[in-house]
């Protein structure tokens, strides 16, 4: 064999040697910086993922986050309650959170906050499953699948450490400046929108909607949904779907896509209830935090409502 | 011509136009490291360098040169 | 397929491992076979210009060395490649431009609704076109042979390290090293060279360029909103995207012909601790002010120098000056258009020769090293406002917002607050390495150690930082589109 050969393969068999090293060694230093926070989006996740024990568990997005108050339900329902609501995370992520937390307990019931647009394919959505990255290890086969929708070769680089914790020293460093308060997985929004606010985003909005090419259904999304209904099903869990309130933009009526989870609830005999377009909510700006999730005052109302409406289900 | 006579009339040249009479060029002296000696200022060093040597150079045999030494061999050549 | 994918980190091993693998004499063969499939990754249609364009100046350039003897007919085919190969760049670049500029000046050309005037240009004819030019006038000052391989000069053309963003190299240093036997043959020295640039690239591309552009490209799209303050962070963070994408990019360029021992000219030397604009020309996308220098200001400067034969003009400038003036006024107005179809680069290109003839003109010496390398920075920046704005419009708005209305710093918010911060960061890991490398170069060097350990755990510390800070979608690099 050529001598330079020889000279290379040894260079790079060294060179693997370091990295895997290196990506151990630094890799576990930044995985225990990962799982020392003490607040934060991922220190939710990490709560949900191994210590959240409740009777009733809310999933949804940032919507679902804002708007069901545990203290505010333990109270109504008299039983426990956990918010594992995420910001920006749609419909796959539900179902491989859901799965995960049903390895661990089982509780009564499930409420699934959906919202109208939830069967249209996102990007975005698709994007922010990257905030599971960071608990790959430990559930490699629950969440390994679920990032392969993002891109095949997400396989090749979970192997590294280093990779499975991309993009998280920022909010780490950022909340342990400034903490960030939560009730049981939930977190308060502060502001009341005022009439100059509800123009601007409304503005926003529209212009934002305006440039966006036509929606498409997405079966990955579907399926999910349906899995999501029959993990709990199968286990008997009970399981409900809420649309929760929104002031302005978000409509289930003609919308194809709350069409389509509407059926899929109607298939499993799922209750949906729908604050979509609720009347009260719609003349109280004063619950909203901006026009599409509600302040606290407003967590609090809806969670006492929803409370009752849910009691008929338990 | 000797080029060490060449030598000497580009140092010359290279002292007026560069407004440094205690310039010392020799055969390795390159661009980098004499100073003032720039693309700008060599336009005026070859125009001032044809007028002495009375020839003229086309801008790509300037090019070729990658230092004094060939410059001089170039001038040397011209000439005979 | 762009550097920054998955596809090509599969492909360039894979073309490498190939190419040691064949016979010397093939090798023409295969790295043309890999750079045009390369190419039409991109859009087959392409695959047409760039190999008209090989065949043109290919054939021009054996008919200008046929008639080295007759100056009128080589000058002929001179004019007839520079004619077609600027024409060819002008029709498909620049001719949607035109063709706006004349219909709002004189309503004579027909409305700016047809698709014929607005084709696409292919991707990387502004470097492909110049790198084949330097050949044909390399040609024609007789500074070599014209290349009789058909191949090897298609390869020249497009070879695909180079062939989206260059350098643009020159024929006589890049067109003889596919014919060199020794640089072929496989040293370990070369692939650990070119890796190590690769990782370099990738580093200022994923860790420093495409985290700064989110922050930059939402202040830009609504230039309304924001006051001088935000501007100035903006176009701060600006000098670094640009820099680092381009730089970023180079590097994988550089690196990746590296891999196969082939030595591609840097394009770019930390361009902001540049102490003069002259100097920052010599550090930034050198290999384009080299062409510039080369084909466009010194035959010019020599022809100016030739005619203007007064002592003074208009009684105090000299003809040197008058001569600089025109000359760098004529190349840096081509410099502006070469980067695309918008006024914004033409007024960037005109600014930066107006930089060059104002120091020219007060040639001071000295004076201290950081305050000049902080005004050439600022002077620079003024410069990237016109350079990354949509049109002169947007440019006036935000220099009178810097001027007279600073307002506060525009803090993004929910995800999008996240990437600046990750920028500045990624931009401070790089400033600690390119400070090292400007200032300290002597000492201690962990990149450049004797020890192989240390050297392979420095590469091994920037490939666990970009997976740890990078963005992995793929996103463009800039200067692509040119």
């Given at each position: 064999m050529n001598s330079q050969l020889k000279i290379l393969l040894l260079k790079a068999l060294k060179f693997v040697v370091i990295l895997a090293i290196l990506d151990l060694g630094l890799g576990m230093a930044v995985r225990m910086l990962f799982f020392t926070q003490s607040s934060g989006k991922f220190y939710r996740m990490n709560r949900t993922f191994h210590k959240a024990k409740a009777d009733v568990f809310i999933f949804g997005s940032s919507r679902s986050n804002h708007h069901y108050h545990p203290e505010v339900l333990n109270k109504e329902l008299g039983l426990t309650s956990y918010n594992v609501g995420a910001q920006g995370q749609q419909i796959l992520f539900q179902t491989t959170v859901q799965k995960i937390i049903l390895e661990r307990i089982h509780p009564k019931l499930l409420v699934l906050d959906v919202s109208p647009d939830w069967m249209y394919k996102s990007s975005e959505a698709n994007d922010n499953l990257s905030e599971l990255r960071p608990f790959y290890f430990g559930y490699p086969d629950i969440i390994g699948p679920v990032l392969s929708v993002q891109s095949h070769i997400q396989k090749l680089w979970l192997h590294s450490i280093a990779y499975q914790y991309n993009s998280t020293i920022v909010h780490i460093i950022y909340y342990r400046l400034k903490p960030q308060l939560d009730v049981d997985g939930y977190v308060p929004l502060l502001h009341f929108m005022s009439p100059q606010d509800f123009q601007e985003q409304r503005k926003a909005d529209s212009i934002r909607f305006s440039g966006m090419k036509p929606k498409s259904f997405d079966t990955v999304y579907e399926n999910a949904l349906k899995r999501f209904l029959q993990n709990a099903l199968s286990l008997k869990i009970k399981v409900v779907m809420v649309y929760s309130p929104d002031y302005w933009g978000a409509k289930t009526e003609g919308n194809p896509s709350a069409e389509k989870i509407n059926k899929i609830g109607r298939a499993f005999d799922i209750p949906v209830i729908d604050y979509t377009e609720d009347p009260f909510f719609r003349s109280h700006p004063g619950f909203f935090n901006d026009i599409h999730h509600l302040n606290d005052d407003g967590a609090r109302e809806f969670s006492k409502q929803i409370a009752q409406k849910l009691k008929a289900y338990l | 011509m000797e080029s060490i006579e060449i030598l000497n009339r580009i140092n010359n040249i290279f002292a007026l136009v560069l407004e440094n009479q205690r310039l010392t060029l020799t055969r390795e002296s390159v661009i980098t490291n004499v100073e003032g000696w720039d693309s700008f200022t060599n336009i005026k060093l070859i125009l001032t360098m044809e007028k002495q040597f009375q020839m003229n150079f086309n801008t790509f045999e300037i090019q070729a040169c990658r230092n004094i030494g060939d410059l001089c061999d170039t001038i040397q050549r011209k000439l005979t | 397929m762009y550097f920054n994918t998955t596809q090509y980190i599969l492909f360039l091993p894979l073309v490498v491992i190939l190419f040691y693998l064949t016979p010397f004499r093939f090798r023409w063969f295969l790295l043309l076979a890999a750079s045009y499939y390369f190419y039409v990754c991109w859009r087959a249609e392409f695959m047409v210009v760039i190999i008209f364009s090989t065949m043109v100046n290919y054939f021009s350039a054996i008919l200008i060395a046929r008639n080295k003897q007759d100056k009128r007919k080589k000058k002929i085919f001179l004019v007839i490649a520079l004619v077609i190969n600027l024409g060819m760049l002008i029709l498909l670049k620049y001719l949607g431009f035109i063709n706006d500029f004349f219909h709002e000046l004189f309503n004579i050309t027909p409305a700016p609704t047809s698709p014929l005037l607005y084709l696409i240009a292919p991707v990387g004819i502004s470097y492909f076109t110049l790198q084949s030019l330097t050949y044909v006038f390399d040609t024609y000052y007789n500074l070599r042979e014209p290349e009789k391989h058909p191949g090897i000069f298609a390869l020249y053309v497009a070879f695909f390290p180079l062939i989206?963003?260059?350098?643009?190299?020159?024929s006589t240093h890049l067109l003889p090293q596919f014919r060199d036997r020794e640089r072929a043959k496989l040293k370990s020295s070369n692939i650990e060279e070119g890796i190590k640039l690769i990782i370099w690239g990738y580093f200022l591309k994923l860790v420093v360029a495409d985290r700064t552009s989110i922050y930059v490209d939402s202040v830009f799209s609504n230039v309304?909103?924001?006051?001088g303050i935000t501007f100035i962070a903006a176009i701060i963070l600006y000098s670094f995207q640009i820099y680092s994408d381009f730089a970023g990019y180079s590097c994988i360029a550089i690196g990746s012909a590296r891999l196969m021992g082939f030595d591609v000219l840097h394009n770019f030397n930390r361009p902001y601790f540049s102490q003069s604009i002259r100097e920052f020309w010599t550090r930034w996308h050198i290999s384009l002010s080299t062409w510039l220098r080369n084909y466009l200001f010194s035959p010019l400067s020599y022809y100016f120098m030739r005619k203007l034969?007064?002592?003074?003009y208009l009684k105090i400038i000299r003809p040197e000056l008058l001569t600089y003036g025109i000359a760098t006024s004529i190349t840096f107005l081509m410099c502006g258009i070469w980067h695309g179809a918008n006024f914004t680069f033409i007024i960037w290109g005109i600014l930066h020769g107006i930089y060059l003839i104002v120091d020219r003109a007060i040639n001071k010496k000295g004076g201290n090293k950081v305050v000049n390398i902080i005004i050439t920075y600022i002077l620079v920046l003024f410069a990237w406002i016109f350079f990354r704005s949509e049109n002169v419009h947007q440019s006036m708005t935000i220099i009178k917002a810097i001027l007279t209305h600073p307002g506060s710093l525009y803090i993004p918010f929910d995800s999008d607050v996240v990437a600046p911060v990750y920028a500045v960061l990624g931009i401070f890991i790089m400033l600690l390495v390119e400070v090292k490398r400007e200032f300290f170069n002597s000492s201690f060097s962990l990149s450049g150690n004797k020890n192989e350990y240390i050297r392979m755990a420095s590469y091994g510390l920037i490939i666990f930082l970009i997976l740890y800070l990078g963005v992995f979608d793929a996103s463009q690099f800039m200067y692509v589109k040119f």
């Open positions: - | - | 989206l963003s260059g350098p643009i190299e020159q309304d909103r924001h006051g034969q007064k002592e003074r």
